[in-house]
């Protein structure tokens, strides 16, 4: 019995851990836009719309590109944006001729994706 409450202790703090990241949502303006803007907006902008699309605002990004629908909201897992970031294949991978991005910046990506992919309206991506 003596291990018990040094368990529970470590079940609390986990528990409560859990609790604040999940409450924590996704900011497009704080966390999503500043990754677009520096890593995608060069080639998805008005001017330059690579794979015909666009990122500069919410109705094309939502439109989506060549292959249709690539932002899913509520789920990651089906969006080709999200599969663009994680695909192994260099040739495919988002951002092109680029590194990966870091693995917080696609998981803020996919967390904004599933929380419903919320843009709020007027809020426009520039270079
Ligand atoms: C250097 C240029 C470049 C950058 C930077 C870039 N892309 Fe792309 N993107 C492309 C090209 C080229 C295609 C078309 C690929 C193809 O059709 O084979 C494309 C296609 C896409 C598509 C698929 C569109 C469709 O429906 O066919 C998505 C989604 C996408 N990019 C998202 C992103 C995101 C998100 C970022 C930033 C993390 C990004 N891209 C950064 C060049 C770029």
Not at 13 to 24: G, I, K, M, P, Y
Not at 64 to 73: A, H, L, M, R, S
């Amino acid at each position: 019995m003596r291990a018990l409450p040094i368990k529970t202790a470590a079940a609390t703090v986990a528990l409560f851990t859990a609790s604040v990241f999940a409450a924590e949502k996704i900011d497009f303006a704080k966390d999503i836009q500043p990754i677009f803007k520096s890593t995608c907006i060069e080639c998805h902008n008005p001017k330059k719309v690579k794979g015909k699309f666009r990122l500069d605002n919410k109705a094309d990004a939502m439109k989506g590109g060549k292959e249709g629908k690539d932002i899913v909201p509520g789920k990651a897992e089906d969006s080709l944006m999200y599969k663009l970031l994680i695909t192994k294949d260099e040739d495919d991978r988002m951002p092109q001729d680029k590194d990966p991005l870091p693995k917080d910046k696609i998981e803020k990506i996919k967390q904004w994706i599933n929380e419903g992919a919320n843009w709020p309206d007027g809020v426009t991506i520039s270079k």
